[in-house]
């Protein structure tokens, strides 16, 4: 069996609990570098999880040839580079969501990759998780009928951080670094699931405003789009709302019935239909990112197919660009 040995680049919070732990626990996978621009992390970090060797240069770690494969876990504005810099290497490349911060940057990975042969991997992890796959098998056995309409609905206080006044804003609030405000960071999982149900959003315009004054990005979002089935939906999104307006939902209208589902927090999926409602509470997995990230390595060991590629991803980007007004 081929051994898939994994250099990070990025060892900040995701990787501490969501993804990092996985690549470890997978059979023919193991952590063999890691790279921050901190000393003080990245040997941090290694020491921690009993990693060999740390690095502060990204190339360095990518020229290091024992690192047969490269995970990006950085901001979005860096993930383009890193990504190409390790398929010319000819490593293979998982990348954190959202792929890049433009759509201009996802099809520049899409032209390398090709070129190269060398497959980039997306961590769009809600595809293969336990509660997301009962939403699929319910819309797919047309217990709701036909799906006639799709509602995004999300609310959510500013976090403590946004308050910030010494300059030293989260990144993801940073359009520069992350894209875009908290809508390009939170609403990527969203649209990549609605589009797995439904094919490729077509047509998506938007309003965008800052509303609550803390940052320069978007803080608050209403969007209307279409799949390539001809299936309408709308969203809308606001991080600078009263707590008591807090929500994480997506209705799924049938002409049969309805089903609502959180993205976040995983409330529990309720069913509705003319036999009443139901309530499904689905457990996933402890580390989030599992169920890709083996789906990955079965893939780089030849086993098996991880259709969560570069590709499938970047349409995502193309609606949050189009929604935001970046074409």
Same mark, same amino acid.
């Given at each position: 069996? /081929?051994?898939?040995?994994? !250099? ?5 919070? $995701?990787?501490?609990? /969501? ?11 193991? #952590?063999?570098?890691v ?19 740390w ?9 290091d ?5 490269v ?19 000819? /490593? ?5 969501? +959202? ?12 032209? $390398?990759?090709?070129?190269? !042969? ?7 992890y &809600?595809?293969? =998780?336990?509660?997301?796959?009962k #939403?699929?098998? =319910? ?8 799906? #006639?309409? $799709? ?7 500013? &976090? ?10 989260? *990144? ?8 875009? @405000? ?14 797995? =149900? ?28 279409e ?6 939906g709308?969203?809308? *999104? ?18 049969? @019935? ?11 999926? &309720?069913?509705?239909t ?8 689905? +457990? ?19 086993? @098996? ?12 980007? *193309? $609606? ?8």
């Amino acid at each position: 069996m /081929k051994i898939i040995k994994w !250099g990070f680049i990025g060892c900040g919070e $995701v990787t501490e609990k /969501k993804s990092g732990p996985a690549f470890s626990q997978m059979e023919g996978s193991s #952590v063999v570098a890691v790279m921050s621009r901190s000393e003080r992390r990245a040997r941090s970090y290694a020491e921690r999880n009993g990693i060999a060797r740390w690095y502060t240069d990204a190339q360095e770690l990518i020229d290091d040839p024992e690192v047969n494969a490269v995970y990006i876990a950085t901001p979005p504005s860096s993930h383009a580079t890193y990504a190409i810099m390790a398929m010319k290497a000819g /490593k293979p490349v998982y990348v954190e969501k +959202p792929l890049a911060a433009t759509y201009e940057d996802c099809a520049r990975v899409n032209r $390398v990759s090709e070129e190269t !042969g060398i497959p980039c991997f997306v961590a769009y992890y &809600r595809r293969y =998780l336990p509660y997301f796959d009962k #939403v699929r098998q =319910l819309v797919d056995r047309g217990v709701i009928g036909k799906v #006639v309409n $799709v509602q995004v609905r999300f609310a959510v206080p500013p &976090r403590e951080e946004d308050y910030a006044r010494d300059g030293q804003l989260p *990144w993801r609030v940073q359009p520069d670094i992350a894209g875009g @405000g908290y809508f390009y960071d939170m609403a990527p999982h969203q649209l990549d699931f609605l589009q797995q =149900l439904f094919g490729v959003i077509t047509e998506a315009r938007g309003i965008r405003a800052n509303r609550g004054g803390l940052y320069e990005a978007e803080d608050t979002v209403s969007a209307c789009f279409e799949f390539e089935n001809g299936l309408p939906g709308s969203g809308s *999104w606001c991080f600078v709302a009263h707590e008591s307006a807090r929500e994480d939902r997506i209705d799924l209208v049938g002409d049969r @019935g309805s089903v609502s589902f959180s993205v976040f927090d995983f409330q529990p999926i &309720r069913l509705h239909t003319s036999y009443g409602e139901e309530s499904m509470a689905v +457990p996933n997995p402890p580390v989030v990112q599992a169920p890709i990230i083996k789906s990955v390595v079965e893939h780089l060991q030849g086993i @098996g197919v991880c259709e969560c590629t570069s590709v499938s991803a970047t349409p995502v980007n *193309w $609606v949050l660009d189009r929604i935001l007004g970046k074409f």
